[in-house]
């Protein structure tokens, strides 16, 4: 499968821990995005990376989130000290870099805070 | 900025009948305009993307959509709604020229009666 994978797919977890999650875009893709989806809702963009600089974050992304893409290949998107609102569809999404806007999706992370 | 508003969060049709989810956006400058289908534990498909050529753009699986500037609008529709269209259906848009991100709606969940 040559798509764009994310790992895991679910994680639960207790308010107050750590947790990470891997995206690995589509191999030429330049571009690599990450969007949180909760209950009822659209994705919402976070933060966006061209090759390995981090071009833009949103006012979603606080300071306990923190994403990396090290050698423009993979991602990791760090959430430090989980609250219960920080439970949602995290998702990944990449893009040749062409600027028609076209993106193409992981099948996301889901994360419960309990 | 650009955002984007879909009518109804929940739309039912028969099996056959015509299938139309509406989508208005609004952009400082000419969008790119996208819808995108998610299934059940599954990841965003693009279904179908207007990015400045003919105004009526064809996707895949029988989905059409019209862009009309006048209105604001880039409605999706499909003749015969079949049961495998059971899905939630997103509506974007992306700035022409800074296409770094999508603006997602709220979703359109369509239900297909027997």
């Known amino acids: 499968d040559t798509g764009v994978s994310q790992d895991p797919r679910h994680k639960i977890t207790k308010r107050g821990q750590n947790v990470t999650f891997r995206c690995d875009p589509i191999?030429?893709?330049?571009?690599l995005y990450w969007y949180r989806q909760t209950l009822g809702q659209g994705p919402e963009f976070l933060t966006y990376?061209?090759?390995?600089?981090?071009?833009?974050k949103s006012r979603l992304l606080s300071d306990r989130f923190s994403a990396e893409r090290p050698k423009g290949s993979f991602s990791t998107l760090e959430i430090q000290r989980t609250e219960q609102g920080d439970s949602a569809m995290y998702l990944c999404?990449?893009?040749?870099?062409?600027?028609?806007?076209?993106?193409?999706f992981g099948e996301g992370s889901r994360l419960t805070v309990l | 900025a650009q955002s984007v508003t879909q009518l109804g969060s929940h739309v039912s049709v028969s099996e056959g009948a015509l299938v139309l989810l509406r989508c208005n956006y609004s952009?400082?400058?000419?969008?790119?305009l996208f819808w995108y289908v998610q299934y059940p534990n599954q990841g965003l498909q693009l279904l179908l993307k207007?990015?400045?050529?003919?105004?009526l753009v064809k996707g895949i699986n029988g989905f059409e959509a019209e862009f009309k500037k006048s209105e604001t609008s880039f409605h999706l529709t499909k003749p015969s709604a079949h049961m495998s269209d059971a899905a939630e259906y997103f509506c974007?848009?992306?700035?022409?020229?800074?296409?770094?991100?999508?603006?997602f709606g709220s979703g359109t969940q369509l239900t297909v009666l027997p």
């Open positions: 999404a990449s893009s040749l870099g062409r600027d028609t806007g076209e993106l193409f």
């Open positions: 191999s030429e893709h330049n571009r």
């Open positions: 990376f061209q090759n390995e600089a981090q071009l833009e």
């Open positions: 952009s400082s400058v000419p969008p790119y």
């Open positions: 207007y990015t400045s050529a003919a105004t």
């Open positions: 974007a848009v992306s700035e022409r020229g800074s296409a770094r991100q999508l603006t």
